[in-house]
């Protein structure tokens, strides 16, 4: 399948040295693997059920959302037992410490990803109602 996506130039110029320099033939290839590890980084989240304790990080452009970001993390402080906050520049690194139902985990970090001034959103999911560990981005 032949499609197109629109990626900011840095972006493409930064993933096209990592792929060259771990010796992969090509970007399409590349692109393959970073889409199946995405597809499992979030499958195995979804397969998760119970209790976890989890860290849900996000980095995001300060003066355009925090109120809207301030607001969902209060609808979720149920969940959501320690914060912390990192300036660096205009752009801004917050990290919510959580502990409670996985679904409210994940609806937390589909809420997140819900605002185009969020960059990323990153999950390490570091204990479930099993004990075992699992590591999700």
Known sequence: MRTSFNIPDAVV???DRVWQDEG???????????MQE???????LEELTGEVVALVAFDYR?????EDLHGV??????IILNTSHTHQGEW???S??????????RE????????DEVNRVKIMVIRDSDTTKHHVQ
């Open 13 to 15: 110029e930064e993933f």
């Open 24 to 34: 992969l033939d090509n970007r399409s290839r590349a692109v393959r693997e970073a």
């Open 38 to 44: 995405y597809i499992e980084a979030h499958s195995r």
């Open 62 to 66: 300060h003066p355009d959302v925090i």
């Open 73 to 78: 993390q209060h609808e979720y402080q149920d």
């Open 92 to 94: 801004c690194l917050e």
């Open 96 to 105: 919510l410490f959580c502990r409670g139902p996985v679904e409210r985990v």
């Open 108 to 115: 937390l970090s589909y809420r997140l990803r819900d605002f």
